[in-house]
């Protein structure tokens, strides 16, 4: 979603590209993977954010949109497009940072181990997985990846969290994961809570995150409700056990925040 006239002129970003865009650290050169129509790329460039981006997709027909929106925004000096199947199509050291938004967590880590060098090379990746978000994290931790910085944005009525990672033998020097740069000493967040909600999103109480966190109480005690009322089914029962687990870690969660949700 951008908002423009001409895109001679500066472009707008969505909340949510816009908070992609302000986790990329500043001189960074970008790989937009999954780029679309290329906005985050054009809006990048335009801001001088990144000196340079390489926009890539693995269709043809948004790729061929994009280039249309880079000449027209003159930009075709510093926006080179690639078609490109996951990073099968990019050489290491074309880029210094990874971006890979708007596509499923499984897909998302498939791309990342399928070429595990590669995504090494980069000295960051911004991430916006758009589905089973706490297995994402897992395998972001279990493969030697450190979550830094995390965000999380509510558009139009959906939840959008979204993290930069750094390799974690580069990340040693840094606040690492499950530890805070705010002066206020908190105890670490266990890893089961972490890649449920967010290391940083819970360490820095983000206001968005607790609104996220009252839907999710809200669905499950409807839930668990409903299903304390029907017949005591095997399948019922396994599902109120399972209910029981993900209502116990919304509790921890909301203790972080010292609120209750009623």
Not at 61 to 78: D, F, I
């Amino acid at each position: 979603m951008v908002k423009t006239e001409k895109l001679t002129k500066m472009i707008t970003l969505s909340a949510r590209m816009q908070a992609l865009a302000n986790m990329v650290t500043e001189g960074n050169r970008v790989c937009d993977l999954g780029c679309d129509h290329g906005w985050l790329s054009i809006y990048l460039v335009q801001h001088k954010i990144s000196p340079c981006a390489l926009a890539m997709d693995v269709r043809e027909g948004p790729l061929m949109q994009a280039s249309a929106h880079v000449r027209e925004a003159e930009l075709g000096k510093y926006i080179t497009l690639r078609l490109s199947d996951g990073l099968a199509g990019y050489s290491s050291g074309e880029a210094d940072t990874l971006i890979c938004a708007g596509m499923g967590g499984p897909l998302m880590q498939r791309i990342l181990a399928a070429d595990e060098a590669k995504a090494h090379s980069f000295r960051e990746l911004i991430l916006q997985p758009q589905s089973e978000i706490a297995s994402f994290r897992r395998f972001l931790r279990e493969s030697g990846w450190r979550v830094l910085r995390e965000d999380m944005i509510l558009e139009d009525g959906k939840f959008y969290p979204m993290m930069r990672a750094e390799p974690a033998e580069s990340a040693l020097s840094k606040a690492p994961e499950g530890e805070t740069e705010k002066p206020e000493k908190r105890e670490p967040i266990p890893p089961e809570l972490s890649d449920r909600f967010g290391p940083v999103l819970l360490l820095e109480r983000h206001p968005v995150l607790w609104e996220f966190l009252k839907r999710e109480w809200k669905k499950y005690g409807e839930l668990k409700a409903a299903l304390v009322a029907a017949p005591g089914s095997r399948k019922a029962k396994e599902r109120l056990s399972e209910l029981s687990v993900e209502i116990t870690y919304l509790k921890e969660a909301a203790g972080l925040y010292g609120k209750g949700y009623d």
